[in-house]
């Protein structure tokens, strides 16, 4: 039988890089509904970023079975989209004259350490957080850069197996090809 000529594809929600990407997108429009005036441009800059983030996984995800190069493409615009994102945050926190946290702050670990899987959850560990001091906003914009640099790790590692599984395969062209030419050698000469 051979290789399918049109691979399986479109199970992005399955991603543990669209996951995270839609627990982002959830958490940054909580966030600014409440932390960002209504009117602001920065609010729908964010919300974009976020929503980007997320559809353009879906949408690279599912172009796959005819395209690597588009599904390797979109993956990348979606990091691009999360890295936009992460610069509002930081703005957000120098503006107000907050902390970010450091690499190995406690709470960055114990956020990630917790592996959120909804805006509850992490809503839940912030409370944790503010009893040991901070404000609400302060906590609230460092566990949203937290969330960014875990979906773009997983998309880091996600291009990089993208790049090197279409560098050794090919895409849907090779694949034709490669189809054909079963084919042709295949068939009987007359």
């Known amino acids: 039988m051979g ?10 929600r399955r991603l543990k ?13 909580r966030f600014c509904g409440r932390y960002i005036e209504r009117q602001s441009r920065t609010r729908d800059q964010m919300i974009q970023a ?13 172009a796959a079975g005819t395209s690597k190069k588009t599904e390797l493409k979109l993956t990348n615009v979606a990091r691009a989209s999360l890295e936009e994102l992460r610069l509002d945050y930081e703005d957000f ?3 107000q004259s907050f902390s ?7 709470r960055r670990s114990a956020l990630i ?18 009893r040991h001091g901070s404000t609400y906003r302060e906590l609230a ?3 949203g850069l937290t969330l960014i640099v875990v979906a773009c790790s997983l998309l880091d590692r ?3 197996a993208l790049a090197d599984t279409f560098e050794k395969e090919g895409g849907f062209t090779e694949r034709l090809y490669r189809k054909r030419a079963t084919a042709r050698r295949q068939t009987p000469f007359p």
């Open 158 to 160: 996600q291009i990089t």
């Open 100 to 106: 970010q946290w450091a690499h190995d702050d406690w």
């Open 17 to 29: 890089s669209f996951q995270m990407a839609l627990l982002v997108y959830d958490f940054t429009e």
């Open 3 to 12: 290789e399918p000529l049109l691979p399986s594809h479109g199970g992005f």
């Open 93 to 95: 926190l120098r503006q």
């Open 113 to 130: 350490a917790r592996r959120c899987g909804s805006v509850e959850e992490v809503a839940t560990c912030i409370a944790e957080m503010h």
């Open 50 to 62: 976020a929503r980007s983030g997320v559809q353009n996984i879906a949408e690279g995800s599912c």
């Open 141 to 143: 914009a460092n566990a």
